[in-house]
């Protein structure tokens, strides 16, 4: 499907409002709602994924090297991954810092 | 092990449940949904994913989940999905299965099995849902119905629905100045599906992920209804921190409020061991808001209530550990 | 070829569903549409129809789980009366701008209170703005034709809009009529297999549902509207393809007697036929009578309106349902909204006949005509022959 431009015009809504790109909503942008964003101390990390298997949103990645971190764009800095950490290895820090 | 007592910041316990590196890394219900920071409901929506896999089509009725994932132009889903209305989705569920079903026995789409699975919230299942969950229940659809209670209609602003505990503070029971919030106990029912001998029926929160993601996955299988109740916290609607969202769901289990079991052909087994001694009510209770008016004799009321449901629970588990089974399977 | 049967026109509306081959039929029986529910059963019971007869739990579910199944690609029918209808009304809407092209038939009852079981449109009426196309018979060989019709106009790619085939309960559901049913193999040849434009299956992935915002609403809206204004194209096309295929005809409004009418019943409905014979027996006494017999509701035919009215000084509206506090019948108003602009236009009355099952005869008609020719009414519409 091609992009279009928003707002639609009557005749490019698709029929039914069906939406026919899975996934799409990661267009939408939610990092912007966080007061406070996840720091880990690798250090202390086990890399159990606890906090990749808890975040609501799915932004919590594994990269190359088995630690975890979470993509800014949609981590909406909600602290459950800071929580439920084990061993204590993520802190929330405030977003001006 | 119990680390309950022995960690009590760090409540971990039973540390192999965790496997996370065993789930499958891939998101069916992706970021950029809008859910509030810490939903369990959410959270408990992309875990159930990741257990049904794509050959799955989800119907949904209307709630936040629907809301807050399908916002035109752009959907959270990475599955097939539908959203018709509020009372029906279990009724446009079982005409997804019976569709599915007609067109691949008639070799009109892939010969493969996809499964028809309808959630909604307390709301949409235990209230205006409940008559077309009764009947597609009743008529043994091939399919699995998970009720995500957050215990209020959340999304129309928390108003009190048949799953709100009894004393919390809705907005249409709210805690007054005569009335102290919700006068009667919460409907059960898990124990209603099981009296509609769905061949599976299980208790669930994502709390406990991977509990939760191997009864998805059980439930699949089954060749029938089958019936999952997820408890998920609301930190909108329940007054609490947005971080404590885990948290609650493990309270809710160690205090005996919300046991893990599921119900098999009417065998009752619990999923997950709650402490022998059992936490406090008070300890659950306390990080919420729409508890805070309570006083110490109405806790008291609570907790009995809740030692008393857990001892029926027991009961149960005790005498289906006698028996082999329960009653006749009733199969499609 | 088709085979000249003499059948229940209920039996027969489901017979003709089946000849469709439907995938899937989801239905809650209500009287007066009962018997097409139970037929329906017994083809998919018998395995006439290799399909899925779901019992649902009511109508509100019934027309649920038909958008369920039809999202999946499956055809799929249902049918529903009165109570039924207003009961999955909700659901109505929703269909439309889903855009799936479920055929439901329905035998036309009196709305409650009281309540009653006999016929009458104020179910069909209530739901005119709902978006799916209406089919209205005049007798059984129309409600057979109209179900196959139905499909056919709804799937097309250019439409996909759900259809309802409105038949009068008990007036006509159960009666036993002479009609010619259509063979498999003709209706095969007139009705390809579905192929949706959309379906629920992981192979294609889609969100169907999802939520309009304020600045996209409008917008669906008009895009609903103008599918179903075009539709109009489709229907004739279908129906001129029907004449061709089986040589009965179609018209959105059909005209009995008018071309040098000064007076015109309209009608919609299986009343229709009584009023044929009201006609000619006005005809017989020097009165320029001629009935016109509305077919298509929905899109509503206003270029045919327009054609069939011109030399007409006096339309008498006979109207099956009350807009209650509004300007008269919901088919009286209509009219008299398309006909505004029109500089030669006829004067319009407005009779309510035949509410709740009460019978209207062929003298009741000439009455009315008689009574209209004066050109007004005492009152803006009239419950004709109510006591009091």
């Known amino acids: 499907m091609t992009e279009k431009k928003w707002p639609e015009t009557w005749q490019e809504v698709n029929p039914g409002c069906m939406v026919f790109r899975p996934g799409s909503a990661k267009e939408y942008h939610t990092g912007s709602w966080r007061a406070k964003r996840p720091i880990w101390d690798n250090a202390k990390c086990i890399k159990c994924g606890v906090c990749y298997i808890y975040c609501p949103e799915g932004c919590v990645t594994e990269n190359a090297d088995g630690f975890f971190e979470a993509n800014l764009d949609y981590c909406k800095g909600c602290g459950i991954c800071a929580h439920e950490c084990w061993p204590v290895a993520i802190k929330m820090v405030n977003e001006e810092e | 092990m119990n680390t309950a007592t022995k960690n009590p910041k760090n409540v971990i316990e039973n540390f192999d449940l965790y496997a996370p590196k065993l789930v499958s890394k891939e998101e069916f219900f992706v970021g950029g949904h809008r859910a509030c920071q810490g939903c369990g409901e959410a959270l408990a929506i992309r875990l159930m994913c990741k257990a049904l896999g794509k050959d799955t089509v989800i119907t949904n009725a209307t709630g936040c989940m629907e809301v807050i994932s399908s916002l035109y132009p752009t959907t959270a889903w990475n599955l097939p999905w539908i959203h018709v209305a509020f009372p029906n989705a279990a009724a446009v569920g079982s005409g997804v299965e019976a569709g599915l079903k007609a067109l691949r026995r008639k070799g009109k789409i892939a010969d493969r099995r996809v499964k028809s699975v309808a959630i909604g919230g307390d709301g949409g299942t235990m209230d205006i849902g409940f008559q077309a969950l009764s009947g597609a229940m009743e008529r043994c659809h091939d399919m699995l119905y998970v009720c ?125 061991e709650v402490p022998e001694k059992r936490r406090p009510i008070q300890d659950y209770l306390k990080g919420q808001g729409r508890f805070r008016h309570l006083t110490p004799d109405q806790i008291q009321v609570i907790q009995e209530r809740v030692d008393i449901e857990w001892e029926t629970l027991m009961i149960k588990v005790e005498h289906s550990r006698s028996k082999e089974s329960l009653r006749a399977r009733r199969s499609r | 070829m088709g085979k000249r049967v003499g059948m229940e026109v209920a039996i027969a509306s489901a017979e003709a569903a089946a000849l469709c081959r439907f995938d899937v039929a989801a239905v809650y029986p209500i009287t007066p549409q009962s018997h097409v529910a139970e037929h329906l059963s017994d083809i998919v019971a018998d395995g006439r129809v290799d399909a899925s007869f779901i019992t649902v739990e009511s109508e509100h579910s019934a027309l649920s789980a038909a958008m369920g199944s039809e999202a999946t690609g499956a055809r799929t029918v249902t049918a529903t009366s009165s109570q039924g209808l207003l009961y999955m009304s909700e659901v109505l809407p929703i269909t439309s701008a889903m855009r799936l092209p479920i055929v439901m038939l329905i035998a036309n ?123 109009i194209k489709v229907v004739r096309e279908v129906w001129k393809e029907w004449e061709a295929q089986f040589g009965r005809k179609y018209e959105p409004i059909q005209t009995y007697r008018t071309e040098d009418a000064e007076i015109a019943l309209v009608t919609m409905g299986s009343m229709g036929e009584t009023a044929e014979i009201a006609v000619d027996e006005l005809r017989k006494q020097g009165v320029k009578a001629g009935l016109l017999k509305i077919k298509l509701w929905r899109p509503f035919p206003f270029d045919d309106l327009k054609k069939v009215v011109k030399g007409i000084k006096v339309l008498a509206v006979t109207d099956r349902a009350c807009s209650f506090g509004g300007p008269g019948g919901p088919v009286f108003s209509e009219i008299r909204s398309a006909l505004y602009d029109t500089p030669k236009r006829p004067k319009i009355v407005n009779y309510l006949i035949g509410l709740g099952g009460r019978d209207v005869q062929v003298e009741n008609f000439m009455d009315m005509v008689r009574r209209a020719a004066k050109g007004k009414l005492s009152e803006p519409y009239e419950f004709y022959g109510v006591r009091g």
């Open chain 3, 109 to 231: 009852r009196a709305v409650s209170g009281p309540i009653n079981i006999w016929n009458d449109h104020s179910d069909i009426m209530p739901m005119r703005d709902t978006g799916w196309i209406s089919f209205f018979a005049d007798n059984g060989q129309e409600v057979v034709d109209m179900t196959i019709q139905a499909f056919k106009v709804g799937e097309d790619r250019r439409v996909m809009l759900p259809v309802n085939v409105n038949m009068d309960g008990f007036q006509l559901t159960h009666m036993v009529e002479p009609i010619i049913m259509p063979d498999q193999e003709e209706v095969d040849h007139f009705l390809p297999a579905y192929v949706p434009y959309a379906a629920l299956h992981p192979d294609n992935i889609v969100s169907m549902g999802t939520l309009g915002m304020p600045e996209i609403y409008a917008e669906a809206q008009k895009a609903k509207d103008v599918a179903l204004v075009n539709s």
């Open chain 2, 148 to 272: 995500f209670d957050n215990e209020a209609y959340m999304n129309t602003g928390i108003q009190r629905s048949s799953g709100t505990p009894f004393l919390a503070s809705t907005t249409t029971a709210p805690a007054g100045k005569k009335i102290p919030g919700n006068q009667v106990w919460k409907k059960n029912l898990p124990e209603i599906m099981v009296a509609h001998n769905v061949a599976y029926v299980a208790t669930a929160t994502p709390s406990y992920p991977i509990d939760f993601m191997n009864k998805v996955k059980k439930a699949r299988q089954i060749k029938g209804p089958s019936y999952i109740h997820c408890f998920v916290t609301c930190p909108t609607g329940w007054r609490s921190t947005s971080e404590t969202c885990i948290k609650l769901g493990r309270l809710a289990l160690e205090t005996g409020l919300f046991p893990l079991y599921e119900v098999e052909d009417g065998k009752y087994r619990l999923t997950v």
